[in-house]
């Protein structure tokens, strides 16, 4: 029946307080049924004035009635379809903002179990009938009213937040639609259908405001939630191709998101969109229009941070290059990338993955760059290539110098395209592969000058020399001379085959080796014999370890002369022979030797090579006097072959870390039962005695510089290897009476450069305490060396936590681990 044209907010009242008081079902239902009519749910509708006054002034004083006195004694009386369409109804059917309000707002003060799960099976339904939808909607018509900001701020929090709401109040019997996997890619939907709403209406020429729903976005991308783009991107990314309108909404999308959000929603773009094309087509100009677009996309994304993939930068980079309004930016980057990339203190302070993502930027930058743009800039990108190139060749770390060499040949192709470009000597990988092909992508690169034949099948005549000139006289026995071109009838034929002129043929003679150690230094320092002097230095090794006496003899002669000898001619592996005899010098008479050589580490007019194969020969020389010494021809290969390797182009404490990690392994306890293993070679350590001949002379003159030698200052390089050795003696000396003294001595040298700027340097440090826990004796440590011990623990756990090098902070866990190991032994071991 149609109300009688009463106050409505009399009618609300009465409703409510039946439903407070009354156990009637007949008379709560025609209550109920009543105020339904208020929402024009029947056919008899109340006057639109009255509909109006109730839906704008009492629907919500109405739901928070219900809710209030929402109990079982009522719902009860009412049939399952009578509590939908007299109760449920009113949440489902009614003004969508202010029901979603009432609803969150219910369940999350409510404290009753029955009156919580009924509403949040409400809210439930209201999500699946697309009520959130509604809600943006209703606000956006707001918006265009300029109603109260406040309330947009409750209904902003309300939307992105409902997950957590929700979550917090149910914790276990929590409902899959609110979990956030779920529940995000729902509201991406739902502000598809309001942008399409939108879009009906800007047809229809009204306007309508858009910044709620950039304010939603921003404030879910802020949150973390950028997956939602997943859902979002593809579809708008369809309706942008055919449409200039939806072109228009979805860059006013993005434009309308708060400076505070920006960072968050235009890094989710980037990382989404699948291509520079795509992120155009969504984002416009927007780094054009807006500057904490602008800041984000050419200073935070690429200078500022640095773990996103490289297809990251492929669209960031593509994005600038794709728009002439954009493109000055581009150029901007690159010079600003060059500047970082060419600065001394970002090379030394940067860890190396930075380093690498701002190398790929460079590339990409160069890949899009046109050819008037190199023209204009070529003297500005020849500077910065100069100055970065020499930065980076002066670090101490093998990856960084990589880097330089693949950046600077890459500049040097795009600005040389006519002349010679670099070229440098370094060992391809995956890594330098990968660089190489980011500068291929859009401008191929200049091909390197060659004088091969053409093995395209290519009879271009640029492609391959003119001529070959014909050799005069009698050809070499070892080469083929092909006298002048001839046709392919020709070449068929076997009969015009010349055969090679073999009358003056002479046997080579096989240069008879010396065989005593006398005869060796007379080869090595006054013969013209080249092939004499090959063969000495081949045999040396053998001849040194099978004369002792002799040796001990001319030891210090012989020491002079090897480290002081050149290479003449070409000889295969002459750096490991000289290297090797060496070795076994020292290893024949440590005493003499070993002396000799820790003097001439710290003595004027040796270059730094030579310095660094001095710390080589004493590390590997330390490690063979440390092995057990076996004699016989069943003398074990880890004797023969030792693990600490120090040949040229390779950093030697990559090998000797991997033996202290096996000694970590070592100590500690498995509980499960393997295979038996053969026992070791058992032996006395000849380094025992040996090892303060070794350590100590290296460490007592680090702080002195010389004329052309300082350690403190520019020959970090030679401090760093320093470093390394003086922790592989130490590691070497675990079980000696030196031990002590040694491992205090070395932790006093750590302590004195633990703030040192080189990396490298850090790392060798780092290596020094790992030998130090692991060869001093655990209760000289903890008793004698108690301030230091506690000291180098609290620097260490600020280097795991704050160094930029990730290998200083994987050696500073692995050192606080040992310390914690050697804690719990002490423990342990006390009554």
């Known amino acids: 029946m149609e109300p009688e044209p009463f106050e409505v907010g009399r009618a609300v009242r009465e409703t409510i307080n039946i439903l407070s008081s009354s156990r009637d079902g007949v008379q709560i239902s025609k209550a109920l049924g ?103 909607w209703e606000v956006c018509r707001q918006q265009a009213q300029a109603d109260s900001p406040m309330l947009q701020e409750t209904f902003l929090n309300k939307v992105v937040c409902l997950p957590d709401h929700l979550c917090n109040k149910l914790q276990g019997n929590n409902l899959p639609i609110f979990f956030p996997q779920n529940y995000f890619p729902l509201l991406a939907t739902e502000i598809i259908q309001v942008l399409q709403w939108i879009c009906d209406l800007l047809r229809g020429g009204v306007d309508c405001s858009i910044s709620f729903v950039s304010q939603i976005l921003g404030k879910v991308c802020v949150h973390g939630r950028q997956k939602i783009l997943n859902k979002l991107v593809p579809r708008l990314m369809d309706l942008t191709k055919v449409d200039c309108i939806w072109q228009r909404i979805c860059w006013q999308l993005v434009e309308c998101v708060p400076d505070r959000w920006m960072e968050a929603v235009v890094s989710g773009f980037v990382q989404t969109a699948p291509g520079a094309d795509v992120l155009s087509q969504l984002l416009g100009n927007l780094v054009v229009k807006n500057k904490k677009a602008q800041f984000v996309v050419t200073q935070k994304l690429l200078l500022l941070q640095y773990g996103y993939e490289t297809t990251v930068l492929q669209n960031l980079l593509g994005y600038l290059a794709l728009d002439s309004v954009r493109y000055s930016l581009l150029i901007k980057v690159l010079k600003e990338l060059l500047e ?20 790929k930027a460079i590339l990409i930058c160069l890949s899009h760059l046109k050819e ?44 040389n395209t006519d002349g010679p470009s670099l070229k440098f000597q370094y060992e391809d990988d995956d890594e330098t592969r990968e660089l190489k092909s980011l500068i291929k992508q859009t401008a191929p690169l200049q091909p390197p000058i ?288 030196a031990a002590a003294a040694m491992g205090k001595a070395l932790l006093e040298f750590v302590w004195a450069l633990r703030f040192h700027t080189d990396s490298y340097v850090r790392q060798g440090l780092l290596t020094a305490v790992s030998s130090i826990l692991l060869s001093v004796p655990s209760d000289c440590l903890l008793e004698d060396m108690t301030n230091e011990f506690l000291e180098t623990q609290s620097w260490l756990a600020d280097v795991a936590e704050k160094d930029p090098d990730g290998d200083c902070r994987r050696l500073a866990c692995q050192n606080l681990l040992l310390m914690e190991n050697l804690l719990k032994k002490l423990r342990s071991a006390s009554p």
């Open 34 to 136: 009543t105020i339904k009519c208020y929402l024009g749910g029947n056919e008899n509708q109340p006057l639109l004035k009255e509909r109006e006054e109730f839906t704008r002034v009492h629907f919500s004083a109405f739901l928070q009635g219900l809710v209030s006195n929402l109990s079982p004694d009522w719902i009860e009386l009412l049939t399952t379809d009578q509590q939908k369409e007299l109760c449920d109804s009113f949440f489902l059917e009614g003004p969508a903002d202010q029901a979603f309000l009432v609803l969150l707002d219910s369940i999350i003060s409510t404290g009753l179990r029955f009156r919580l799960m009924k509403l949040v099976s409400i809210l439930e339904q209201f999500l699946q009938m697309g009520g959130i939808s509604a809600v943006i």
């Open 450 to 737: 060659t004088y091969l034949p053409n093995a395209g099948g290519n009879d271009s005549s640029s492609a391959t020399p003119k001529a070959l000139s014909k050799p005069s006289g009698t050809p070499h026995p070892s080469a083929c001379a092909v006298p002048e071109e001839r046709s392919d009838s020709e070449l068929d034929s076997d009969d015009d085959l010349i055969p090679y002129d073999m009358s003056e043929d002479r046997e080579l003679k096989k240069m008879k080796a010396p065989v005593y150690i006398r005869d060796c230094i007379e080869v090595l320092t006054r013969s013209e014999d080249v092939d004499k002097w090959e063969a000495t230095m081949k045999v040396l090794d053998c001849l040194i370890r099978r004369n002792p006496a002799t040796v001990r003899e001319v030891s210090m002669e012989l020491a002079k002369v090897l480290l002081h000898l050149e290479e003449r001619t070409y000889i295969e592996g002459f750096v490991e022979l000289r290297q090797r005899a060496l070795v076994a010098l020292t290893v024949t008479d440590p005493v003499q030797v070993v002396q000799y050589l820790t003097s001439q580490f710290y003595s004027l007019n040796y270059s730094l090579c030579q310095r660094m194969d001095i710390l080589d020969v004493l590390a590997l020389a330390a490690q063979e006097l440390s092995q057990p010494h076996i004699s016989g021809k069943n003398k074990p290969s880890s004797v023969l072959s030792p693990c600490v390797q120090t040949l040229p182009g390779r950093d030697s404490t990559q090998d000797w870390r991997r033996i202290v990690d096996e000694r970590i392994k070592s100590k500690t306890r498995y509980l499960t039962k393997g295979q038996s293993l053969v026992g070791a070679a058992c032996g006395p350590n000849r380094f025992s005695s040996l090892a303060g001949h070794f350590f100590f002379p290296l460490i007592q003159s680090f702080d002195r510089p010389l004329v052309t030698f300082d350690l403190l200052g520019d020959d970090h390089l030679v401090l760093g290897r320093l470093a390394h050795t003086l922790a592989i003696l130490m590691y070497f000396a675990v079980h000696t009476v």
């Open 372 to 415: 008037p743009e190199i023209e204009s800039n070529r003297q500005e990108l020849l500077v910065s290539m100069m100055g970065g190139m020499k930065c980076h060749l002066d670090s101490n770390l093998p990856r960084v110098r990589r880097l330089g060499m693949v950046v600077a040949e890459s500049i040097s192709s795009r600005i």
């Open 340 to 359: 970082t990339w060419g600065s001394s203190s970002a090379v030394k302070h940067c860890p190396v993955e930075q380093q690498l993502y701002i190398s």
